[in-house]
T-cell receptor, first 116, second 113 residues
């Protein structure tokens, strides 16, 4: 089955700096890669996603890149702000997993701290 | 309006009891999921349902049984609760088919005494 590795487990940056979180996946058939942000005591919230037919996607200060050959994808946050502090999870949906449905296989999360 | 709502938000009970967690979505989605988040914050899929049919049953104990009266509801029933069941349980929903964004509920924090 699919396995998703996420690094680093913790990341501390100064306000205004950039933050990069990296994930690798094992199933080459995986075709959907979302990123979730989870604040303390809250639900995971989708912040950006990318499909396997796209190499890069950007939404304001957030961007995701995908390298299908290397089977890794990354989250980039520019001009970080204190409110970006949270746990970030990457995930992958294996194409053949569960037939037509797509369960999310999550990485173990990265705790991002943005210091003012 | 809350898109995916779970009740209760907190559940404190003793070992051996049976409990249920309810989930409802008003997004018109066809597929609903249950995830477990343990004390280390690891998120793991437990079940998914599409049009009231179980799609995947992960290797969870058969003490856990999902029940879906209609496509807008997916409840989780747990028999003979154990200490290791303490976790936050999240319900989610999406449109059918792979590669669809999933929307999560606020979670139910289950504590076993």
């Amino acid at each position: 089955g699919e396995n998703v590795e996420q690094h680093p487990s913790t990341l501390s940056v100064q306000e205004g700096d950039s933050a990069v979180i990296k994930c690798t996946y094992s199933d080459s058939a995986s075709n959907y890669f979302p990123w979730y942000k989870q604040e303390l005591g809250k639900r995971p919230q989708l912040i950006i996603d990318i499909r396997s037919n796209v190499g890069e996607k950007k939404d304001q200060r957030i961007a995701v890149t995908l390298n299908k050959t290397a089977k890794h994808f990354s989250l980039h946050i520019t001009e970080t702000q204190p409110e970006d502090s949270a746990v970030y999870f990457c995930a992958a949906t294996p194409r053949g997993y569960g037939g037509s449905q797509g369960n999310l296989i999550f990485g173990k999360g990265t705790k991002l701290s943005v210091k003012p | 309006d809350t898109a995916v709502s779970q009740t209760p938000k907190y559940l404190v009970t003793q070992m051996g009891n049976d409990k249920s967690i309810k989930c409802e979505q008003n997004l018109g989605h066809d597929t609903m999921y249950w995830y477990k988040q343990d004390s280390k914050k690891f998120l793991k899929i437990m079940f998914s349902y599409n049009n009231k049919e179980l799609i995947i049953n992960e290797t969870v104990p058969n003490r856990f049984s999902p029940k879906s009266p209609d496509k807008a509801h997916l409840n989780l029933h747990i028999n003979s609760l154990e200490l290791g069941d303490s976790a936050v349980y999240f319900c989610a929903s999406s449109h059918a088919g792979g590669g669809q964004p999933q929307h999560f509920g606020d979670g139910t924090r289950l504590s076993i005494l």
